[in-house]
């Protein structure tokens, strides 16, 4: 059922056995457009109409629905004080065609009147019990002919020991195994948003780490040199049996092992080594945590095609043969660690279970 031109506001859902609901101060609108809509006229004005609406919805029961009308939209409202009365007014006039019942049909599951849509759906099917519109429309009562017997979805599922998987019957096994599809695929979605993060700023942090390299490079140099020029200004100060007497001390001490004293580094070299040290620890973090999402990608996938595999041999039908978004490439954050990553392969989007 389309909903042209409406606002929804309000969504209510309650559990409904069969039988009729007619709320009071009901109208029938006629729009423009053709549409003829039943609510209950919860609120007006010069400008609009807004009406609460009752939808069946198989499985769910009522849908009750605020929907608001411009008055431009608006052909004409009728008032509507019985619904029962509305339908045997409908039903006389209504001919025998498939199509003028089918419509009958509908508009009784639109307006909530489950019984009578029922009992219409029943005649089309003795009619053609291989109709594919009538099949559907059985669907859409929320019935399920079962050994000759009409059941509601909820009388077939416990007599065979089903759930309701997204408004599909199915065996508790394989409802599990779609949801565990489903989880280890919007993991793989998460992981893979992570990944792409953390690649990126991996990017960047390489960047700095290269800066920081350059800078650490400067430092040592600028250092070097000034110690140079120092020791040759110490050099030119000194005689010449002062130099010899420098010469055996150093003789000595390299005989004996002896380091030579060191010289404090100078500011700027201290603070380039801590920013070096400090960007290369964040990019060796950076890596750790992008290979440690390539691998939980790997077993997510494991995971997704074991799940499928459950789906499709509990189901009987080839799970990943649905149509899905489109293909995509490959995630690159699972290149690294993916059989056959260099064969260009365009593999699928995952599909969630339905």
Not at 81 to 90: A, F, G, I, N, V
Not at 155 to 181: I, N
Not at 328 to 350: E, F, H, K, T, Y
Request: negative net charge.
């Amino acid at each position: 059922m389309h909903l042209p031109h409406a606002v929804l506001t309000t969504l209510l859902f309650s559990a409904l056995g069969l039988g009729c609901h007619a709320a009071a101060e009901n109208d029938e609108i006629e729009l423009h457009s053709g549409e003829s809509v039943y609510g209950a006229v919860i609120a007006q004005d010069d400008k609009s109409v807004t009406l609460q609406r009752s939808f069946w919805r198989r499985r769910t029961g009522v849908i009750m629905i605020d929907t608001e009308y411009s008055r431009r939209e608006i052909v004409a409202m009728h008032a509507v004080r019985s619904l029962e009365e509305d339908y045997r007014q409908r039903a006389a006039a209504c001919l025998t065609t498939y199509d003028a019942r089918y419509s009958l049909a509908r508009w009784c599951l639109d307006r909530n009147l489950v019984a009578h849509a029922l009992a219409i759906t029943q005649q089309l099917y003795q009619e053609d019990t291989t109709d594919p519109v009538t099949l559907e429309l059985i669907d859409e009562t929320g019935y399920v002919i079962d050994q000759g017997a009409w059941l509601t979805s909820a009388d077939y599922a416990a007599r065979h020991h089903l759930v309701d998987y997204a408004g599909v019957l199915m065996s508790p096994e394989e409802a599990q195994a779609r949801t565990d599809y489903n989880t280890a695929n919007r993991a793989t979605t998460d992981t893979q948003s992570l990944l792409d993060s953390a690649q990126n700023e991996s990017k960047t942090t390489l960047l700095l780490l290269r800066d920081a390299t350059i800078a650490l490079k400067r430092a040592e140099r600028h250092q070097q040199q000034a110690r140079d020029a120092e020791h040759k200004q110490h050099l030119a100060s000194l005689t010449a049996e002062q130099l010899a007497d420098e010469q055996e001390g150093a003789d000595f001490d390299a005989a004996h092992g002896i380091a030579p004293a060191t010289e404090p580094d100078s500011q700027e070299l201290i603070d380039a080594r801590a920013d070096f040290a400090k960007v290369s620890d964040q990019y060796q973090q950076g890596l750790t945590t992008i290979v440690a999402m390539k691998a939980r990608l790997v077993l997510l996938a494991a995971a997704m095609a074991d799940d499928a595999l459950s789906i499709t041999k509990l189901s009987g039908k080839p799970f990943l043969s649905v149509p899905h978004a489109g293909p995509v490439m490959a995630p690159a954050g699972a290149d690294a660690l993916r059989p056959g990553a260099d064969s260009g392969a365009v593999i699928p989007a995952p599909t969630p279970a339905p």
